[in-house]
């Protein structure tokens, strides 16, 4: 019933189990609605990523894992592996490749046992989620293009947008934030890849819903607001001043617009 280093893996299955990804003990955990502990499914452990679970209607759950954890981070591939309600693991599925390449920026130790790899913000990215149908649900942001990708029956779903700008400060910030992390790795790290773009991605992420719909995390403008976690007073408090409400747009899996959604 102990966790070490849980992450983003979290499911809630129809009878009421909840199970938590455990990856420092290289298993997920399986408790009660109650709380009690009950079982325990292994799975290659060592990673940790804020990457949900992805459930499907018959609770099955899909972890994502390392597939070659002996390769360089830079050439890290990561893959699915299904696990039935019973906790028998089936197929490792490999997600869709469009074969973009995201703009990224990578730091190394001195020592060269540590790397950090980062998106550049405000890039494209290619994103992908699985479908309580069990079939991948995949794009790439350079364009808002979602592709359903149903077995014998795949659908595209296109939308128009209007390009969202990165404003000045929420530029700068973006900026100093991404220095300051990937100096936690090497102290001297200065920015190695392409600038941060002028423009955001027409979206940012894609989630499904448990009744089928596909939910588009879109791009919005940026806000500035007071931080009220900043404290003056303490030398290591970092303002951060910018920050993009997030929102949807909702389509139903025949590719019918809902409409937008909004959150605060």
Do not use: C
Not at 120 to 128: A, H, I, Y
Request: net charge negative.
């Amino acid at each position: 019933g102990e966790i070490k280093q849980p992450d983003g893996g979290l499911a809630v299955l129809s009878d009421g189990r909840v199970l938590v990804r455990d990856p420092g003990n290289a298993r997920i955990q399986v408790y009660a609605a109650n709380g009690e502990a009950l079982d325990t499914w292994p799975i290659r452990g060592g990673f940790n990523t804020s990457t949900p679970f992805q459930q499907t209607s018959a609770d099955e759950v899909h972890a994502i894992i390392l597939l070659d954890p002996e390769a360089d981070v830079s050439d890290w591939q990561m893959g699915w592996v299904r696990i039935g309600p019973d906790g028998v693991p089936g197929d490792t599925l490999l997600p869709p490749d469009a074969g973009y390449e995201a703009p990224r920026l990578e730091a190394r130790s001195k020592e060269g046992n540590s790397t950090s790899i980062r998106s550049v913000p405000f890039s494209p990215g290619e994103e992908w989620a699985i479908h309580v149908d069990g079939y991948f649900v995949h794009g790439v942001s350079t364009e808002y293009r979602i592709d359903l990708l149903k077995p014998g029956a795949p659908l595209r779903i296109e939308r128009a947008y209007e390009p969202v700008p990165v404003r000045r400060g929420e530029k700068t910030e973006a900026e100093a934030s991404t220095t300051r992390n990937m100096r936690g790795t090497h102290e001297d790290w200065r920015w190695n890849g392409p600038a941060i773009p002028d423009e955001k991605p027409p979206f940012q992420d894609i989630f499904t819903g448990r009744h089928g719909r596909i939910w588009v995390q879109v791009s919005v403008a940026g806000v500035e607001a007071d931080d009220p976690d900043y404290d003056p007073t303490d030398p290591e408090s970092i303002e951060d001043r910018w920050r993009e409400p997030v929102a949807f747009d909702v389509f139903e899996e025949d590719g019918t617009y809902l409409g937008p959604v909004l959150t605060d």
